[in-house]
T-cell receptor, first 119, second 111 residues
Framework: GAVVSQHPSRVICKSGTSVKIECRSL??????MFWYRQFPKQSLMLMAT?????????EQGVEKDKFLINHASLTLSTLTVTSAHPEDSSFYIC???????????????FGSGTRLTVV | GQQLNQSPQSMFIQEGEDVSMNCTSS?????WLWYKQEPGEGPVLLIA?????ELTSNGRLTAQFGITRKDSFLNISASIPSDVGIYFC???????????FGKGTHLIIQP
């Protein structure tokens, strides 16, 4: 159980354009989805928490107007990097969670990640 | 916020050797997780620990949750080439129960 899918796996975009990344929970309905960012040779850092049907909560230092998160259904959350710049190039990873289910559904399972390169 | 201190930062070992890495925290975690990440992939959960003092195995991997809930170790016995990767400890403590990660232990196996 607890299968999380992420798309696309890689994307290259031009500076100033926007990019959308999708995160889907395939075998369960996720009330919460988490978005992380990982720079090369560094650890994962939580960017934001999105709850279905409500506004996302962003960690300190993460610009909510740059990283737009939509969690419109219990199986899909999207992260849109707006007006991307080279410094936004990173590995973006999501996880999904539903309290009340076994622990493996608590956001401990991750998607395969999206490598964003802004040129 | 909560921080996890993971060591060593990297390990160079021979195939067949045993490996040990650990994580400590200044604050209590209710859950402790160990992940492995390979290049270009998301982290894969290896072992989850929920009770203080818990010792859990997954094949050649063994992990224990410290009695104080402020530390954990991960052991890998008889390492093989496919064990290469970055190992992270993690625990809930990020915003709204997102995970806080250690900085990782990079395992390199020399033939």
């Amino acid at each position: 159980g607890a299968v999380v899918s992420q798309h696309p796996s890689r994307v290259i975009c031009k500076s100033g354009t926007s990019v959308k990344i999708e995160c889907r929970s395939l075998d369960f309905q996720a009330t919460t989805m988490f978005w992380y960012r990982q720079f090369p040779k560094q650890s994962l850092m939580l960017m934001a928490t999105s709850n279905e049907g409500s506004k996302a909560t962003y960690e300190q230092g993460v610009e909510k107007d740059k990283f737009l998160i939509n969690h419109a259904s219990l199986t899909l959350s999207t992260l849109t990097v707006t007006s991307a710049h080279p410094e936004d190039s990173s590995f973006y990873i999501c996880s999904a969670s539903t309290p009340g289910l076994p622990p493996e559904y608590y956001g401990y399972t991750f998607g395969s990640g999206t490598r964003l390169t802004v040129v | 916020g909560q921080q996890l201190n993971q060591s060593p930062q990297s390990m160079f070992i021979q195939e067949g050797e045993d490996v040990s890495m650990n994580c400590t925290s200044s604050s209590i975690f209710n859950t402790w997780l160990w992940y492995k990440q390979e290049p270009g992939e998301g982290p894969v959960l290896l072992i989850a620990l929920y009770k203080a003092g818990e010792l859990t195995s997954n094949g050649r991997l063994t992990a224990q949750f410290g009695i104080t809930r402020k530390d954990s170790f991960l052991n890998i016995s008889a390492s093989i080439p496919s064990d290469v990767g970055i190992y992270f400890c993690a625990g809930p403590g990020g915003g709204a129960d997102g995970l806080t990660f250690g900085k990782g232990t990079h395992l390199i196996i020399q033939p």
